[in-house]
């Protein structure tokens, strides 16, 4: 079973960093999954919120009150302040896609729309920026990486790599939206993984992997469910 780092290393402070992921490699990690959105240059950077505040912040002192409320895709990237405690930069897709081929890591992609109107926008930039990449990286992207969404029409624009549905619940249609997108995978929440959801994913033929366990018996117990991957905020499970 293959355990992805979730966010890099874990929720926290380190989130979506490059020091997240090199603390997941030294800890022996393979896979990390990370969080992609678009700022309002239209640039694919590796950010988790909505809104800035808890994990980044403004460069701009006007903005410093507001910081909180302010929506991550209305700021440009000469915007975009450093991790607030650790003075990690917020990385762009390009930057993530470089230090994972270099260290030979697996990702999961989550591309997350901050409103429907630009899902499709995100995939076709996610999209733009893995072809920007040489020949021989792109096929290692094709046949080892994951690019999944709660937002699907986010991945209409990647049809051809890797695809996975994400979902709390897994809802009656799933199979529609699978079928309609060849996603290979369907990412649930610990919480939706009961047996007979993921008996239903499986008679398709379908892989699943749950988020976020951080609890080895939970683990274990997926495990023998037939559950073929893990998102983990531990870096010792």
């Known amino acids: 079973m293959q355990l992805w780092a979730h966010r890099g290393s874990g929720k926290g402070e380190l989130e979506n960093t490059l020091k997240g992921f090199e603390i997941a490699l030294q800890h022996g990690y393979k896979a990390v999954e990370f969080d992609v959105m678009l700022n309002a240059d239209g640039i694919p950077m590796i950010h988790h919120d909505w809104v800035m505040g808890r994990c980044a912040r403004s460069v701009d002192p006007a903005m410093a009150a507001t910081d909180p409320l302010t929506r ?12 607030s405690v650790k003075g990690e930069p917020i990385p762009s897709l390009a930057q993530a896609m470089e230090f994972c081929l270099k260290n030979s890591m697996r990702a999961n992609v989550e591309l997350k729309a901050t409103n429907p109107a630009n899902a499709i926008e995100l995939g076709r930039a996610v999209r733009a ?8 990286e ?27 549905l994400l979902y709390e619940q897994l809802p009656d249609n799933w199979v529609l939206h699978a079928d309609a997108l060849r996603a290979t995978a369907i990412h649930l929440h610990w919480s939706g993984a009961e047996p ?17 366990v951080n609890d080895r018996e939970q683990a274990k117990t997926l495990q023998a469910l037939g559950v073929k991957g893990l998102f983990t905020d531990r870096m010792t499970l």
Do not use: C, M, N
């Not at 920026?129 to 021989?136: D, F, M, Q, Y």
């Not at 007979?196 to 976020?212: F, K, N």
């Open 72 to 83: 991550f895709d209305s700021l440009r990237a000469r915007d975009l302040r450093h991790y």
């Open 129 to 136: 920026a893995v072809e920007e990449l040489p020949l021989e």
């Open 138 to 164: 792109q096929e290692h992207i094709r046949k080892h990486w994951v690019f999944s969404s709660f937002y699907h029409a986010s991945l209409l624009p990647l049809q051809g790599y890797d695809l996975a």
């Open 196 to 212: 007979t959801a993921l008996r239903r994913i499986h008679t398709t033929g379908r892989l699943v992997r749950v988020y976020t």
